[in-house]
């Protein structure tokens, strides 16, 4: 048996995220989460897959975790106990999730020290996330120092934007000596859940455009054209576009001047407050998109005023995507809020059939962890619902890397 294990990690500030895949069917062995990093409080929740589904004898250890290397420790101990160890020789790769890959890295790369010291230099442009990953690769190096370790990032797929799009028209030199231009986040969700629309549909990616909709906590758009990525909403930073849950997404840059001026507030609490307590949360105080329509559907009127702006804004976004692709054959709805709130799709998508959108309401209203169509048969534009997949696709992404 040839070995194709990929263990895929994803390293925040104080969590780590990680997987374990069997590439030579796809299949998942184990997922867990460390959380609470660094405090008295941390917990680490294991559980063995059979691949299909949950295998029973999902674990939890709670106690202090005191950092990224401790963390790692203890996952891979919980592995060992399934005889799924780090340093099995199953093990071909770790994959990374990076989430800024700058201009420089637009697919996926074998991390050496040059790489690392890149990754490093990328920390302005993603001050609150790159550090972390910087930290999961370290430590996972440092484990596994014989492994090939893997940076996929989460800029990459929007790479192909063209040049007119990813700039923003501000003055040249300033731009090109700040690195400030139009990245786009979500990258390996866009790409995973493009290909699987047209897989859905059954056609080659190159004949499908798709307007994937990757409605989260943190939400993106994007345009792809024939499966390469020619426009997405979020920009230098994943603050751009849509109405997330404590993101304002777009808005008139002068609204920064004005809070500063005006306001007296320094950048750090406007970043902060656009960041962290703006979208949903800032506009209605809950965040979770079960709650806003909770309290809509039940007359509340500062959750009825989000709701209505966090639709306005994809349905312009639909529409602009619409004209930037100048032919639609899907559009895609994916993550937490795409994947599950029929009600949010209903609304994105009514008074759209100018556009060639309609839904069909009972397959919209149907549940399931499969990819599917929730437009009739007859509709100019497909829509549908496909679950993203983003450690399977950095999976796949790191194990053709290092077997190719
Ligand atoms: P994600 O960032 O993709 O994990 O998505 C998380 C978000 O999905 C949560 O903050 C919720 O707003 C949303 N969500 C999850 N389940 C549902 C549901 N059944 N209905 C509406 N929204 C949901």
């Known amino acids: 048996m040839t070995a194709s294990r990929v263990l895929v990690l994803n390293s925040g500030s104080s969590s780590l995220k990680y997987q374990l895949l069997d ?221 997330m849950g404590t993101r304002s997404g777009d808005l008139d840059p002068a609204v920064v001047f004005h809070l500063a001026r005006v306001g007296g507030l320094s950048v750090d609490e406007i970043d902060s407050l656009l960041n962290k307590k703006s979208g949903l949360l800032g506009m209605c105080g809950d965040n979770d998109m079960r709650e806003v329509l909770r309290r809509a559907g039940e007359g509340d009127e500062s959750a009825r005023l989000a709701f209505a702006s966090y639709i306005h804004r994809l349905k312009k976004y639909i529409g602009a995507y619409s004209a930037v692709l100048g032919r639609v054959d899907a559009v895609a709805f994916t993550a937490g809020v795409g994947e599950n709130a029929a009600q949010v799709r209903e609304a994105a998508v009514d008074g759209l059939a100018g556009l060639g959108l309609t839904l069909d309401p009972e397959a919209n209203a149907v549940r399931s962890a499969q990819p599917r169509l929730i437009s009739p048969q007859y509709a100019r534009v497909a829509v549908a619902v496909v679950p993203t997949d983003e450690e399977l696709e950095i999976a796949t992404q790191a194990y053709a890397l290092v077997t190719q």
């Open 23 to 243: 590439m030579a069917d796809g299949s998942r062995l184990a997922a867990g989460l460390v959380e609470r990093i660094g405090e008295e409080s941390s917990r680490l929740v294991h559980e063995p897959l059979t691949g299909q589904g949950a295998a029973g004898g999902r674990r939890e250890r709670t106690g202090a975790i005191p950092d990224h290397r401790a963390a790692l420790r203890a996952v891979s101990e919980e592995m060992a106990a399934d005889g799924l160890g780090i340093d099995s020789p199953e093990l071909v790769a770790v994959g990374h999730r990076v989430v800024h890959g700058g201009t420089k890295f637009t697919r996926p790369t074998v991390i050496d020290d040059a790489v690392l010291e890149e990754i490093r230099g990328l920390v302005p442009l993603a001050p609150l996330h790159n550090p972390a990953n910087v930290t999961g690769i370290e430590v996972a190096r440092a484990l596994r120092p014989d492994l090939p370790q893997v940076a996929v990032f989460d800029t990459a797929f929007h790479s192909t934007m063209p040049e007119h799009v990813a700039r923003y028209a501000i003055d040249a030199a300033t731009a090109e000596k700040y690195s400030v231009r139009r990245y786009g986040f979500h990258g390996t969700s866009h790409a995973y859940v493009s290909r699987a629309t047209a897989a859905l549909l059954g056609k080659p990616v190159e004949d499908v455009n798709v307007i994937v909709l990757h409605l989260g906590n943190g939400a993106s758009a994007s345009a792809v054209r024939g499966g390469v990525c020619e426009e997405t909403s979020m920009g230098l930073t994943p603050l751009e576009g849509l109405v």
